[in-house]
C-alpha cells in the first residue's frame, strides 16, 4: 500500500498528488471501461482522503439559496451503474467472479475494488443516470466525470448535464480493437453533440422484404418482420427497416397487406396447424406472389419457394423432437431440413411461452428460443433466395450486432482516460470550486481560454484527443488536438442556468415567462421543453398552466430551452436544468434562477460558423487544427459527396454493403 502511494507520488509530484486525493470524481459505468477505469482510480489514490477530513456535512442537505457558502467537496469516488452482472461479462470487467453474477455491478465493483486500496472512499449507486436525483446540481459537486457507457442516449445525457454543470467529462469508448477517448469542456473543447453520430443503419424495405442478396438481409427479415409479427410488436417499430426512397410505393403497400394476412395466421397460435400455416404462408404463399412480378427477376434470380408437407415427408420423424436435438448443435451448419424441424421446435417453444406467461417477446440473441427461430428462420429465406445457409453460431454474431468487446482495448483506454483526468487537474485553477460565487457559465467559444492555469501547454492542460487501434503494427496510440467547440451546437453553444422550482406550489408558465423577461431581458422569445414548444409570442394558452406539468422530475425532463426569436441580433439560447426542490429546501415559494441575471451574448452569424467537424480520422499533427478547419472541413464535405454518390450508385444496382452495427457506434463492415 505505502510503495505504490509513492510510486504515485514520485510520478505525479506531491502538489498533484494532494489534488488526486482531495479530488471528488463520477464515474459513469461499471462496465468493461468502466471496471478498469475504477481499478485505475483507486491504485492512483483518487478520493483516498480521509471522509472526516474536510468535509463537515455529511450529505449536503444545505438550502440551496446559501450557494455561496458551499462546504468543501468530500473526497470519493461516485459509481454508478444500472446493471447487474452477466456470466458474459466475466471475460473483461475483472472486478467480477462467478459468485456475483446477477449482483448489481456498482456494488460489487466497489466492494473488490476498496480492497486494492482500502483508504479510498467509494460511493456505489445501483440506479439509472437519467435518475431525477442526478440533477445539475448534483454533477456540479465533482471534478471530473468519467463516462464509461454502451449507449449514445445515456452518453448525450451525461454530456449535456456536464456542460450544464460546467465540470469537464472524460468520454470514452471502444469497438474491437478501437478506442477512443475525449475530453470535454464547455466553452473550451467541442462536447459529445458538436458532431452529429453515425445513426444506425436501416435496409430499405423492399430488400429485406422482397429481394434479398446476402445473409443479412434475411437475417434482418426473421428478426426485425417475422419475429415480431409472431411474437412481438409490428414492424413499424424497427428500427432495421424503413421505406426509403429507392422503395416501389406499390409494393410497399402489397407488402402491408401480407402482413395483415400473417396477423390473421397469429391468431392460430397453439394450435396444432399452426406451423404449417406460418411456413406455407412465408415460405410459400409469399415467394409465390414474388415471383409472379416478372419485373423484378429480369437481372435477378427468382426465389424457389417450399411446401411444409414435402419436406415434412422427406424427413418421417417427429419435427419437434428432432428440432430439439438439432438446436444444441450450434456450430454446425444445419440442412434445409434440419432448419425445418428448428423451425417447429423454436415456433413451438416460443408459442407455449406467449400462451402461458409472456404477451409480447421480444428478439434476444441471448434467448435461446428466439435465437434458434431467427435462425432457422433466416436460413430457410436463405435457401430459397439461393443465399448461403450460416450456423447458429454465426447468425448469433450477426443479428446481434455483437463487435467483439476486447479486454486489452478496455484496459489501455481506461489508462488513457486516467492520463488524461491528470493533465485536466493540473490544468484547473487550485481553489475549490464550490467555494466560488456560481456564475452563468456562458463562456464564448474562444480559443482565449486555451491557457487555464497560466500555463501554455495548450487546452485543458496539454489534453488530446486520443486513438487507440490495438491492431495497428505502426502507432497503437495516436493523438488529436481537441477541437474548439462547433458554434453552431446545439447542446453547448447555448448559456446554461439553473431553475429552482419549487415542488409543493404550482408556479405557472406565466411566471417563468415574467422571471425571463426579468432577468435576461428578453422580448420575444419561445419556450422548448421535451413535449415541444410551450410558449412562443403567438402561444399563450398554456400561460396559466403549472410549470411542473413541463418540468416533472420525470427522466429527462430536466430541461427547459429559451430561444430568442427577435429579428435583430438574437441572442444565444437559454438552457434551464431544472431543480426540483422540497419547500423547507426553498426559501420563497417563487421560482428562482441563478445565477440572478444572464447575460446572453449573440448569436454567431451564421456565414462564420465553423463546423468543427472530427471524422475520427487519425493524425497526430502536433499543429491546432482550428485555423484550418474550414478548408479541411470544405474537402471532407466534398470527400463525403463522392462516397455518398458512390453508395448511391451502390444501392441501386442493389449491391449493398454489409453494416454490423453496436449499441453506440456505427462500424462498417465493407
Ligand atoms: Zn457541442
Given at each position: 500500500?505505502?510503495?505504490?502511494?509513492?510510486?504515485?507520488?514520485?510520478?505525479?509530484?506531491?502538489?498533484?498528488?494532494?489534488?488526486?486525493?482531495?479530488?471528488?470524481?463520477?464515474?459513469?459505468?461499471?462496465?468493461?471501461?468502466?471496471?478498469?477505469?475504477?481499478?485505475?482510480?483507486?491504485?492512483?489514490?483518487?478520493?483516498?482522503?480521509?471522509?472526516?477530513?474536510?468535509?463537515?456535512?455529511?450529505?449536503?442537505?444545505?438550502?440551496?439559496?446559501?450557494?455561496?457558502?458551499?462546504?468543501?467537496?468530500?473526497?470519493?469516488?461516485?459509481?454508478?451503474?444500472?446493471?447487474?452482472?452477466?456470466?458474459?461479462?466475466?471475460?473483461?470487467?475483472?472486478?467480477?467472479?462467478?459468485?456475483?453474477?446477477?449482483?448489481?455491478?456498482?456494488?460489487?465493483?466497489?466492494?473488490?475494488?476498496?480492497?486494492?486500496?482500502?483508504?479510498?472512499?467509494?460511493?456505489?449507486?445501483?440506479?439509472?443516470?437519467?435518475?431525477?436525483?442526478?440533477?445539475?446540481?448534483?454533477?456540479?459537486?465533482?471534478?471530473?466525470?468519467?463516462?464509461?457507457?454502451?449507449?449514445?442516449?445515456?452518453?448525450?445525457?451525461?454530456?449535456?448535464?456536464?456542460?450544464?454543470?460546467?465540470?469537464?467529462?472524460?468520454?470514452?469508448?471502444?469497438?474491437?480493437?478501437?478506442?477512443?477517448?475525449?475530453?470535454?469542456?464547455?466553452?473550451?473543447?467541442?462536447?459529445?453533440?458538436?458532431?452529429?453520430?453515425?445513426?444506425?443503419?436501416?435496409?430499405?424495405?423492399?430488400?429485406?422484404?422482397?429481394?434479398?442478396?446476402?445473409?443479412?438481409?434475411?437475417i434482418?427479415?426473421a428478426k426485425?418482420?417475422l419475429f415480431?409479427?409472431?411474437?412481438?410488436?409490428?414492424?413499424?417499430?424497427?428500427?432495421?427497416?424503413?421505406?426509403?426512397?429507392?422503395?416501389?410505393?406499390?409494393?410497399?403497400?402489397?407488402?402491408?397487406?401480407?402482413?395483415?394476412?400473417?396477423?390473421?395466421?397469429?391468431?392460430?397460435?397453439?394450435?396444432?396447424?399452426?406451423?404449417?400455416?406460418?411456413?406455407?404462408?412465408?415460405?410459400?404463399?409469399?415467394?409465390?406472389?414474388?415471383?409472379?412480378?416478372?419485373?423484378?427477376?429480369?437481372?435477378?434470380?427468382?426465389?424457389?419457394?417450399?411446401?411444409?408437407?414435402?419436406?415434412?415427408?422427406?424427413?418421417?420423424?417427429?419435427?419437434?423432437?428432432?428440432?430439439?436435438?438439432?438446436?444444441?448443435?450450434?456450430?454446425?451448419?444445419?440442412?434445409?431440413?434440419?432448419?425445418?424441424?428448428?423451425?417447429?421446435?423454436s415456433?413451438?417453444?416460443?408459442?407455449?411461452?406467449?400462451?402461458?406467461?409472456?404477451?409480447?417477446?421480444?428478439f434476444?440473441k441471448?434467448?435461446?428460443?428466439t435465437l434458434d427461430f431467427v435462425t432457422s428462420a433466416a436460413?430457410?429465406?436463405?435457401?430459397?433466395?439461393?443465399?448461403?445457409?450460416?450456423?447458429?453460431?454465426?447468425i448469433k454474431?450477426?443479428a446481434?450486432?455483437?463487435?467483439?468487446?476486447?479486454?486489452?482495448?478496455?484496459?489501455?483506454?481506461?489508462?488513457?482516460?486516467?492520463?488524461?483526468?491528470?493533465?485536466?487537474?493540473?490544468?484547473?485553477?487550485?481553489?475549490?470550486?464550490?467555494?466560488?460565487?456560481?456564475?452563468?457559465?456562458?463562456?464564448?467559444?474562444?480559443?482565449?481560454?486555451?491557457?487555464?492555469?497560466?500555463?501554455?501547454?495548450?487546452?485543458?492542460?496539454?489534453?488530446?484527443?486520443?486513438?487507440?487501434?490495438?491492431?495497428?503494427?505502426?502507432?497503437?496510440?495516436?493523438?488529436?488536438?481537441?477541437?474548439?467547440?462547433?458554434?453552431?451546437?446545439?447542446?453547448?453553444?447555448?448559456?446554461?442556468?439553473?431553475?429552482?422550482?419549487?415542488?409543493?406550489?404550482?408556479?405557472?408558465?406565466?411566471?417563468?415567462?415574467?422571471?425571463?423577461?426579468?432577468?435576461?431581458?428578453?422580448?420575444?422569445?419561445?419556450?422548448?421543453?421535451?413535449?415541444?414548444?410551450?410558449?412562443?409570442?403567438?402561444?399563450?394558452?398554456?400561460?396559466?398552466?403549472?410549470?411542473?406539468?413541463?418540468?416533472?422530475?420525470?427522466?429527462?425532463?430536466?430541461?427547459?430551452?429559451?430561444?430568442?426569436?427577435?429579428?435583430?441580433?438574437?441572442?444565444?439560447?437559454?438552457?434551464?436544468?431544472?431543480?426540483?426542490?422540497?419547500?423547507?429546501?426553498?426559501?420563497?415559494?417563487?421560482?428562482?434562477?441563478?445565477?440572478?441575471?444572464?447575460?446572453?451574448?449573440?448569436?454567431?452569424?451564421?456565414?462564420?460558423?465553423?463546423?468543427?467537424?472530427?471524422?475520427?480520422?487519425?493524425?497526430?499533427?502536433?499543429?491546432?487544427?482550428?485555423?484550418?478547419?474550414?478548408?479541411?472541413?470544405?474537402?471532407?464535405?466534398?470527400?463525403?459527396?463522392?462516397?455518398?454518390?458512390?453508395?448511391?450508385?451502390?444501392?441501386?444496382?442493389?449491391?449493398?454493403?454489409?453494416?454490423?452495427?453496436?449499441?453506440?457506434?456505427?462500424?462498417?463492415?465493407?
Amino acid at each position: 500500500m505505502q510503495r505504490r502511494d509513492r510510486g504515485v507520488a514520485q510520478s505525479l509530484g506531491g502538489p498533484m498528488t494532494k489534488r488526486v486525493k482531495e479530488s471528488r470524481v463520477l464515474l459513469v459505468g461499471a462496465g468493461g471501461i468502466g471496471c478498469e477505469v475504477l481499478k485505475n482510480l483507486v491504485c492512483c489514490g483518487f478520493g483516498s482522503l480521509p471522509r472526516n477530513g474536510g468535509a463537515q456535512n455529511g450529505t449536503t442537505s444545505d438550502t440551496h439559496t446559501e450557494q455561496v457558502a458551499a462546504p468543501q467537496r468530500k473526497p470519493e469516488i461516485v459509481v454508478i451503474d444500472l446493471d447487474t452482472i452477466d456470466l458474459s461479462n466475466l471475460n473483461r470487467q475483472f472486478l467480477f467472479r462467478k459468485q456475483h453474477i446477477k449482483k448489481p455491478k456498482a456494488f460489487v465493483a466497489k466492494e473488490t475494488a476498496s480492497q486494492f486500496n482500502p483508504s479510498v472512499n467509494i460511493d456505489a449507486h445501483h440506479a439509472s443516470i437519467f435518475d431525477s436525483q442526478y440533477n445539475v446540481e448534483f454533477f456540479e459537486g465533482f471534478d471530473l466525470v468519467f463516462n464509461a457507457l454502451d449507449n449514445l442516449a445515456a452518453r448525450r445525457h451525461v454530456n449535456k448535464m456536464c456542460l450544464a454543470a460546467d465540470v469537464p467529462l472524460i468520454e470514452s469508448g471502444t469497438t474491437g480493437f478501437n478506442g477512443q477517448v475525449q475530453a470535454i469542456k464547455k466553452g473550451v473543447t467541442e462536447c459529445y453533440d458538436c458532431n452529429p453520430k453515425p445513426v444506425q443503419k436501416s435496409f430499405p424495405i423492399c430488400t429485406i422484404r422482397s429481394t434479398p442478396s446476402q445473409p443479412i438481409h434475411c437475417i434482418v427479415w426473421a428478426k426485425s418482420y417475422l419475429f415480431p409479427e409472431l411474437f412481438g410488436t409490428s414492424e413499424e417499430d424497427s428500427a432495421d427497416v424503413a421505406v426509403t426512397e429507392g422503395d416501389n410505393a406499390e409494393e410497399v403497400a402489397k407488402l402491408k397487406m401480407e402482413a395483415e394476412a400473417l396477423k390473421k395466421i397469429r391468431k392460430l397460435m397453439g394450435k396444432s396447424e399452426f406451423a404449417q400455416a406460418v411456413f406455407d404462408k412465408v415460405f410459400h404463399d409469399d415467394i409465390e406472389r414474388l415471383r409472379s412480378m416478372s419485373g423484378m427477376w429480369q437481372s435477378r434470380k427468382p426465389p424457389e419457394s417450399l411446401r411444409y408437407e414435402t419436406l415434412k415427408s422427406d424427413i418421417g420423424a417427429d419435427l419437434i423432437t428432432r428440432g430439439q436435438t438439432l438446436c444444441t448443435q450450434d456450430q454446425a451448419t444445419w440442412s434445409l431440413h434440419d432448419n425445418l424441424s428448428v423451425f417447429c421446435y423454436s415456433l413451438d417453444a416460443l408459442s407455449n411461452r406467449t400462451r402461458t406467461r409472456e404477451n409480447v417477446i421480444e428478439f434476444d440473441k441471448d434467448d435461446k428460443d428466439t435465437l434458434d427461430f431467427v435462425t432457422s428462420a433466416a436460413n430457410l429465406r436463405s435457401h430459397i433466395f439461393g443465399i448461403p445457409l450460416h450456423s447458429e453460431w454465426e447468425i448469433k454474431q450477426m443479428a446481434g450486432n455483437i463487435i467483439p468487446a476486447i479486454a486489452t482495448s478496455n484496459a489501455l483506454t481506461a489508462s488513457l482516460c486516467v492520463l488524461e483526468a491528470f493533465k485536466i487537474m493540473r490544468s484547473q485553477p487550485q481553489e475549490q470550486k464550490a467555494l466560488s460565487k456560481p456564475t452563468a457559465n456562458n463562456h464564448l467559444p474562444t480559443t482565449t481560454q486555451s491557457n487555464v492555469g497560466g500555463k501554455s501547454e495548450g487546452i485543458l492542460g496539454g489534453s488530446k484527443m486520443v486513438f487507440l487501434n490495438s491492431r495497428s503494427t505502426e502507432r497503437m496510440i495516436t493523438t488529436q488536438n481537441l477541437a474548439p467547440p462547433n458554434p453552431s451546437c446545439p447542446v453547448c453553444s447555448p448559456v446554461y442556468a439553473k431553475l429552482y422550482v419549487s415542488k409543493d406550489i404550482k408556479a405557472t408558465l406565466h411566471e417563468l415567462v415574467l422571471l425571463l423577461k426579468e432577468k435576461a431581458g428578453y422580448d420575444e422569445f419561445s419556450i422548448t421543453s421535451d413535449v415541444g414548444v410551450i410558449y412562443d409570442p403567438d402561444l399563450e394558452d398554456n400561460l396559466p398552466k403549472p410549470l411542473r406539468d413541463y418540468a416533472p422530475e420525470a427522466q429527462g425532463h430536466q430541461f427547459i430551452t429559451v430561444t430568442d426569436e427577435s429579428d435583430e441580433q438574437p441572442k444565444v439560447d437559454l438552457v434551464l436544468s431544472t431543480v426540483v426542490l422540497s419547500d423547507t429546501e426553498m426559501e420563497t415559494s417563487k421560482l428562482q434562477i441563478l445565477p440572478e441575471q444572464i447575460s446572453l451574448p449573440s448569436k454567431p452569424v451564421k456565414a462564420a460558423v465553423v463546423d468543427g467537424e472530427m471524422d475520427g480520422e487519425m493524425n497526430g499533427d502536433p499543429e491546432p487544427v482550428m485555423a484550418s478547419s474550414v478548408g479541411a472541413k470544405r474537402k471532407r464535405d466534398a470527400e463525403e459527396e463522392v462516397t455518398s454518390a458512390k453508395k448511391r450508385a451502390k444501392a441501386d444496382g442493389n449491391d449493398d454493403e454489409v453494416f454490423v452495427v453496436q449499441d453506440d457506434e456505427a462500424i462498417v463492415l465493407d
